[in-house]
């Protein structure tokens, strides 16, 4: 059964960085398109970056220059570095990925999310 499990949320000063990675899990045959996105309390989930298969991303104007998306093919993972942290970037951050699953899933593709990481930043 594929999973994917983040890391690397916590507690920063506004100004500060963190660095969240996310790492697929089990029976992975493909991975196309991975993501970041975040939610904060009372608001709907949204985007905040992706990466394509190709290395190809996109990122959300609020976050563009401030964050870099990147991944590592080797460890089916990917990383969100996120620098200039601002009070509004707390939320919690979930990872998303498009994912082709191994034979005893019948290479079936889908949609996956991970269980979400907190990213508080203070003022």
């Known amino acids: 059964q594929v999973q994917l499990r983040e890391s690397g949320g916590g507690l920063v000063q506004a100004g500060g960085s963190l660095r969240l990675s996310c790492a697929a899990s089990?029976?992975?045959?493909?991975?196309?398109?991975m993501g970041w996105y975040r939610q904060a309390p009372g608001e709907q989930r949204e985007v905040v970056a992706f990466i394509h298969s190709r290395g190809s991303s996109n990122y959300a104007d609020s976050v563009k220059g401030r964050f870099t998306i990147s991944r590592d093919y080797a460890k089916n993972a990917v990383n969100l570095q996120m620098n200039s942290l601002k009070p509004e970037d707390t939320a919690v951050y979930y990872c998303?990925?498009?994912?082709?699953?191994?034979?005893?899933?019948?290479?079936?593709?889908?949609?996956?999310w991970g269980q979400g990481t907190q990213v508080t930043v203070s003022s």
């Open positions: 089990g029976s992975v045959f493909s991975i196309n398109t």
């Open positions: 998303n990925a498009d994912i082709v699953a191994g034979p005893d899933s019948g290479y079936s593709r889908r949609e996956y």
